[in-house]
């Protein structure tokens, strides 16, 4: 059964940093572009990041600069890391197999002003 589970959120200040973790499960995450996504409260889905298997990177204009998507094939974990969270980043961060309806459970990042 393929899975992912999300972890690393929290509350923090403006200009403050957090790492994001999603860990898969399952022998299909070394073959799958990975992706992070974001929801704030009313709002849609939205891409921040996808990174492929060979570790082409892509980001949303507004987390250019500041997050970083990377992988660790070996331990099938995804990661995101915030910097400089601004209080409009504060939302559930969800990762995904890119393309799929395969999604975690999200983790809810809070930033505060």
């Known amino acids: 059964q393929v899975q992912l589970v999300e972890s690393g959120g929290g509350l923090v200040q403006a200009g403050g940093s957090l790492r994001l973790s999603c860990a898969a499960s399952?022998?299909?995450?070394?073959?799958?572009?990975m992706g992070w996504y974001r929801q704030a409260p009313g709002k849609q889905r939205d891409l921040v990041a996808t990174i492929t298997t060979s570790g082409r990177t892509n980001y949303a204009d507004s987390v250019k600069g500041r997050f970083t998507i990377s992988r660790d094939n070996a331990k099938n974990t995804v990661y995101l890391q915030m910097n400089s969270l601004k209080p409009e980043d504060t939302a559930v961060y969800y990762c995904?197999?890119?393309?799929?309806?395969?999604w975690g459970q999200g983790t809810q990042v809070t930033v505060s002003s």
């Open positions: 399952g022998r299909i995450f070394s073959i799958r572009t």
């Open positions: 995904t197999y890119y393309n799929t309806d395969i």
